[in-house]
């Protein structure tokens, strides 16, 4: 009985902790030196919308006459990019008769004396992506002493024969997952497949165009180059003949998927130069996002007293769930999870905020109701509160599936092609295609994010809390349920 009863406490101080995490973060400044433990509320990016941001063009460097399909190939590349830095509002489209693909995205929340040049370099490194034979090369110095690596070996593949490269599990000679440890899987399209074949079987064989930098170790290698940088240098343990190959090694997470980043980014017909940088200003104005924040949360307080008011101990409970239902949106925003990154919030996104707080809120209604309704036909409290529950969560689970499904459609639809969404619904939009359009996609993120945590929240820790406080004697009194005394 004591254990049911402590957990309204444990549950309740969870939340308001998650909570309170969630606004204000959890880093460590040590002199200029600032470390990010969890994200907070500041650490969000908001859309060109709220916060403004840059137009910068892109044209082929050494001013190759570039074709539609090659300028297609550069948007989809700074797409991939953009969504794999958690950048969901952003424009980017080609402009042909030019040879320039034009890219709109905004700056970080927060960031004072904005540098263009310096957002830039948030796509990271957009050079020309090669596989090369082994791993060797030659430096050359020029006048004032600058050096200039040239990358030597055959090239086996080049970025545009990669189809994809994400972030896997790695595993061990016996085939257990190696916690802790990530690998990069690499699958090429038709185009690399018979090349790359050829050249694992040579590498296997032992053919000296593939040993490494120091080819005394006898090490066979396959090197990867971004222009003259080696982002990589796997060695050669199998025949790869069907394009699908993993790079492992002691990668955490984090370098894991730099690296597959690095490769997805290197996709590119030809090397890319940066043109002019605009500076966008915000549509919404100044301080008109103070003003959002502080209307959200009177009115997310005004909502919670019209609960606590209408259904009394269920509303008051209603109320702390709502509290870690916003909390839980926002963190997934932030990326305070770590295992997922930030997102970009947009107007729309707020609008799906809104949308599944009210959601949440008619999903307590639900619950409440149904408990009056079971107290007043006589039964027990605690019978009560197990049948509306159970009888409830029916009609919660058909209300919210059918928005999820919108919400995905709307995350496949509107997201790159490279999405685990789009990718999910690829058979539906091969006829009619995909728009990418990254504040619809924003809105059906927060859309998808806010139910989720109405089960976590709204159905599961309500009604932990609620039947943990049943069990005391002085919330026993049936009125605090809406309910008629016996």
């Known amino acids: 009985m004591k254990s049911k009863k402590s957990v309204f406490f444990i549950v309740f101080f969870l939340i308001i902790a998650f909570a309170a995490s969630t606004v204000i973060g959890i880093r460590n400044q040590y002199g200029d030196l600032t470390t990010?433990?969890?994200?907070?509320?500041?650490?969000?990016?908001?859309?060109?919308?709220?916060?403004?941001?840059?137009?910068?063009?892109?044209?082929p460097a050494d001013e190759t006459d570039a074709t539609t399909d090659q300028l297609e190939a550069v948007e989809e590349v700074m797409k991939s990019r953009l969504i794999s830095l958690g950048i969901n509002d952003y424009e980017v489209y080609v402009d042909d008769s030019n040879d320039k693909v034009i890219v709109r995205?905004?700056?970080?929340?927060?960031?004072e004396g904005f540098d263009p040049k310096k957002a830039v370099e948030e796509l990271g490194e957009t050079a020309k992506l090669q596989f090369r034979k082994g791993y060797s090369y030659s430096s050359i110095a020029d006048d004032n002493g600058e050096v200039t690596v040239l990358p030597m070996g055959d090239v086996i593949l080049e970025g545009t024969d990669v189809e994809e490269a994400f972030v896997g599990n790695s595993y061990d000679s016996s085939g257990n997952i190696e916690i802790g440890k990530y690998a990069v899987n690499l699958k090429l399209k038709e185009s690399g497949k018979n090349a790359f074949a050829t050249a694992t079987q040579e590498a296997v064989n032992g053919n000296e165009e593939y040993l490494d930098v120091n080819g005394s170790n006898s090490r066979h290698v396959i090197s990867i180059w971004m222009d003259t940088n080696c982002i990589s240098y796997p060695g050669v343990n199998d025949v790869i003949s069907d394009g699908s190959a993993q790079i492992t090694g002691d990668f955490d997470y984090e370098e894991a998927k730099a690296l597959a980043d690095k490769i997805n980014g290197g996709a590119l017909p030809f090397n890319l130069k940066t043109g002019t940088f605009k500076i966008i200003s915000p549509s919404m104005g100044s301080g008109a996002l103070k003003i959002m924040v502080i209307s959200g949360i009177i009115a997310l307080l005004l909502i919670m007293i019209y609960m606590v008011v209408l259904y009394r101990l269920p509303g008051f409970v209603a109320a702390i769930a709502l509290v870690g239902q916003v909390a839980g949106t926002l963190a997934v925003i932030s990326?305070?999870?770590?295992?997922?990154?930030s997102n970009?919030?947009?107007?729309?996104?707020?609008?799906?905020?809104?949308?599944?707080?009210g959601m949440g809120v008619d999903c307590n209604i639900i619950t409440g109701e149904r408990i009056k309704e079971e107290l007043n036909t006589g039964k027990s409290l605690k019978a009560a509160l197990k049948s509306a529950y159970k009888r409830s969560?029916?009609?919660i689970l058909d209300g919210n599936v059918t928005v999820i499904i919108v919400a995905i459609i709307l995350m496949g639809a509107f997201g790159v092609s490279t999405s685990f969404f789009a990718k999910l619904l690829k058979f539906l939009f091969t006829w009619f295609g995909?728009?990418?359009?990254?504040?619809?996609?924003?809105?059906?993120?927060?859309?998808?994010?806010?139910?989720?945590?109405?089960?976590?929240?709204?159905?599961?820790?309500?009604?932990?809390m609620l039947t943990s406080?049943?069990?005391?004697?002085?919330f026993q009194n049936r009125k605090l349920y809406g309910g008629k005394e016996k």
């Open 36 to 59: 990010v433990y969890i994200k907070g509320v500041n650490d969000i990016r908001y859309g060109i919308d709220i916060q403004g941001g840059v137009d910068v063009t892109f044209g």
């Open 393 to 395: 969560f029916t009609s």
């Open 344 to 357: 970009t919030l947009t107007i729309p996104g707020i609008a799906g905020i809104i949308l599944a707080i």
């Open 335 to 341: 990326g305070y999870f770590g295992f997922e990154p």
């Open 105 to 111: 995205f905004p700056w970080k929340s927060g960031e």
């Open 469 to 474: 406080l049943s069990q005391f004697k002085c």
């Open 434 to 464: 995909v728009s990418t359009e990254g504040t619809i996609y924003s809105f059906g993120f927060t859309l998808l994010t806010g139910v989720i945590f109405i089960f976590i929240m709204g159905v599961l820790a309500t009604r932990l």
